[in-house]
């Protein structure tokens, strides 16, 4: 490992070398969750017309006078077009919610505040309560045509596809995600459907990388396991280099003599950003590239490995995909003393509580994932001469995905 750098310096340099993996035209259907890459404009006003909000009758506000009486004219059913209601007096027309107003009525009464007296007449019951544009939504009053609805960048939901539909956008430019390769490392490891003998654990950092990757809509191109074996290794990773635009890798770049990944991915001739970050966990994290391929290296132990993924891997390659989704931390407060290192920025687990407020919990070592469970995210804990921060202290929170 070289001499360590700060937390900061390490997202600078991931971000600096991450660059954007292109864009596709996509149907409306397949584009939840994606990243959108195009403007979109109204292509008409919101609302294109008066349109009515409620079910009931359109007349002329002027009109209404001491009984409240009015004749029922015409009616409007919505997806009908504009009426008049001519230039007889004391007229209505029977609407129904989102069909276009008259251009000679002004205010619309529901149903619920008249009394139909028969097949052609209606009576307000309180003739006082009603006034000019009660109930109409009026043109152009949400938005004007050509006004920009959604900026590149934003996160494509349910709100998004609606606003893209109404202005007759069948397809989006979107983000095109990184081919991504996840690898995990180690001879001790077995599959999760195998029965481990006493010395070996069953695998799970490249399940809970895919699971977290996932829930940000980034696919797993590509699942893989290397034995701690810098041969077998070595021409495993050159293949996967070459096929994809991001391998994540966890375990084999500590300390230990059978740690290969560093020097295999310096024979490979890959250009080394950094390797060792001041943080607790996750210190051996690195960085590496090669042409057009990132490679993160975590460090094996599931709390490293998590960690370091939602504090700088997933950030990283969606802020390359061009989102824009302000990540302003929440800012949370924990009522007991804060214990803090000067030497390493600490990660620590926390379980969130009403208020902006949050317990610590804290990991055995960065073995534990049985803690893990039990926490909803993590605060970073800035380096500091102190032993402890005061309770109070407002520290930034990242959730687990
Ligand atoms: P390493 O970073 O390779 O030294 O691994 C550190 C610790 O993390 C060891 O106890 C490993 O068994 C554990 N570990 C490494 N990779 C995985 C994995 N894919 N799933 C679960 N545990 C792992
Ligand atoms: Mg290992």
């Given amino acids: ?184 490392t180690g001879d001790e490891l077995v599959d999760v459907s195998s029965a481990p003998e006493a010395h070996q654990i069953r695998r799970s950092n490249d399940l809970s990388i895919e699971a977290a990757l996932t829930q940000q809509h980034l696919p797993v191109a590509k699942r893989a396991h290397l034995p701690d074996d810098p041969d077998i290794s070595k021409a495993r990773l050159e293949a996967l280099i070459e096929q994809h635009d991001i391998l994540i890798i966890s375990g084999g770049i500590s300390m230990g003599n059978r740690d290969f990944i560093p020097e295999t991915l310096t024979a490979l001739g890959l250009n080394g950003h950094f390797h060792g970050v001041a943080q607790k966990p996750g210190k051996p994290m690195g960085f590496w590239s090669h042409s057009n391929c990132a490679v993160f290296a975590l460090p094996g132990n599931p709390s490293s490995t998590l960690t370091c993924l939602h504090h700088y891997v997933i950030p990283a390659i969606l802020q390359a995909m061009g989102d824009t989704t302000p990540r302003i931390p929440r800012r949370v407060t924990l009522e007991a003393p804060v214990k803090a290192r000067d030497d390493l920025t600490v990660f620590l687990p926390v379980q969130l509580l009403p208020d902006n407020r949050a317990h610590a919990r804290p990991t055995q070592n960065s073995g534990d994932l049985v803690r893990i469970l039990t926490s909803d995210g993590f605060i970073k804990v800035p380096i500091t001469a102190e032993k402890a921060y005061p309770p109070g202290t407002l520290f930034d929170f990242h959730p687990w995905y």
Avoid: W
């Fill in 1 to 184: 490992m070289n001499s360590l750098i700060s937390p900061d310096e390490a997202n600078v340099r991931i971000r600096k070398y991450l660059s954007d993996f292109g864009s596709a035209k996509l149907p409306l259907e397949q584009c939840a969750g994606r990243i959108l890459r195009q403007p979109v404009l109204a292509d008409r006003p919101f609302p294109p017309f008066d349109r009515s909000m409620m079910d009931g009758y359109a007349l002329r506000s002027a009109e209404i006078g001491g009984n409240g009486r009015f004749q029922i004219k015409i009616q409007i059913p919505a997806g009908s077009p504009q009426a008049s209601l001519g230039s007889q007096a004391s007229i209505c027309a029977e609407i129904m919610t989102g069909a276009p107003v008259p251009g000679d009525a002004d205010c619309v009464v529901p149903y619920e505040a008249t009394e139909r007296l028969d097949k052609s007449g209606m009576r307000l019951l309180s003739p006082d309560a009603h006034q000019r544009g009660d109930c109409i939504h009026l043109l152009g009053s949400d938005l004007e045509r050509g006004a920009t609805l959604l900026s590149p960048g934003c996160r494509i939901g349910g709100r998004e596809i609606a606003a893209a539909a109404s202005c007759g956008y069948a397809k989006f430019e979107v983000a095109r995600p990184p081919s991504i390769a996840v690898i995990s």
